[in-house]
C-alpha cells in the first residue's frame, strides 16, 4: 500500500513540476523568436535617451539597452515611438514587448495597472528649468508661477504635491509630448518647464540658446527609471532584467564592448564564467543561448560605456554619473549576484 502511495504521490508531483514549467514558459519570448524582432517602446524624442539621427537611426541610453536585449536574444530590434500618454496602452495590447522609456516606478503602475518593473536603468529626480534672466534662483520663487508639464505623467502629480505641501499657487500648461512641452516653454507660455533633471538638460540642448536657461538646485521627487513589462510572464521579466544586470556587472568586472571576447576565454573569475557563459546554467535558467550576455555587451558595451557615449560629461546632456555609479565608487547602481 505504501508503494502505491508513493507512486502516485510522485506521479502527481510530476505533473505539478509539467504544469509549473508550462505555465512559466514566456508567451512574449515565444512571440519575439516567432516574429525574429524585439518591439521595444521608446520615448518619441530626447537628446541623449532616444532620438533619431539625421539618417534615421534611432541613438541613445535607453535605445542601447533595446539594442542590448535584441543582441541577447539573438534577433532584430523595431524600435516604437510612443508619447507618456500611449506607452501603457501600447505596452497593455502588445505593441510593444517591452518599454525602456523615462518611465518612474511607481506603486500604482506595478499595482493597479498590470505592470513589473524590471529594475532601475537610471536614478532621477524631478526638477525645473527656467530662464536665465527672470531673477528667480530656487523653486520657491515660483510662486504664482505658470509650468509647462508633460500630461498623464508622475511629473504631472508631483509638481501638484510640491506646490500644495509649500503653500503655493501655479499654474499648470499642460502638453502631451516632450517636445510640445519644451517648444511651448521656449516661446515663452510658462514660467518654468518641469521633469526629470535629465529629461531637463536634454531638453535644453534642443532649445535655440541652451545658456540661456537654468535647472534650479531642487530636486523634489524621486524617480526611478526603468524597463517595464506586463506582469505575468515572468519569464519574459527576468530575461529583461537580467539583461540589464548583466551591463552593471560587466562594469564591476571591467568587460568591455572591447574585449568582453577576450574575458570570456581568459577569466578565472567564477562569477565572470557563470555571467559569459564558460560554466553553470545561468543561461539556461533565464531562456537565453549561452553567450546572450557576450552578444549583449559586445553590441553596446557595458552600463559606464552605454551611459559615456550617450550622457555623460563629454556629451552636450553632460551629465554626471552621480547617483548612477557603481556602488563601490560612491553610488547606488547594484546588481544580485550572478550565482
Known sequence: MKKWTFAIAAVFALIAMTATSALSASITLKS????GALKCGITQALAGFAFADKQGKWKGFDV???????AALGVEVKFIPTSAKERFPALQSGEVDVLFRNTTWTVSRDTRLGFDFAGVNYYDGQGFMVRKNSGIKSAKDL???TVCVNAGTTTELNLGDYFRSNGMKYKAVVYETGTEVRQA?????????TTDASGLAAQRTAMKDPGAHIILPEIISKEPLGPVVRHGDNQWG????????????AEEKGITQANVERVRNSSKDPEVQRLLGKTGSVAKDLGYDSDWAVKAIKAVGNYGEIFERNIGKNTPLALARGLNQLWSKGGILYAPPVR
Open 32 to 35: 519575439i523568436k516567432d516574429r
Open 64 to 70: 542601447d539597452f533595446c539594442r542590448a536585449l535584441a
Open 143 to 145: 510662486d504664482g508661477a
Open 185 to 193: 516653454y521656449e516661446a515663452g507660455r510658462c514660467d518654468a518647464h
Open 238 to 249: 527576468d530575461m529583461v532584467a537580467w539583461l540589464l544586470n548583466a551591463t552593471i556587472v
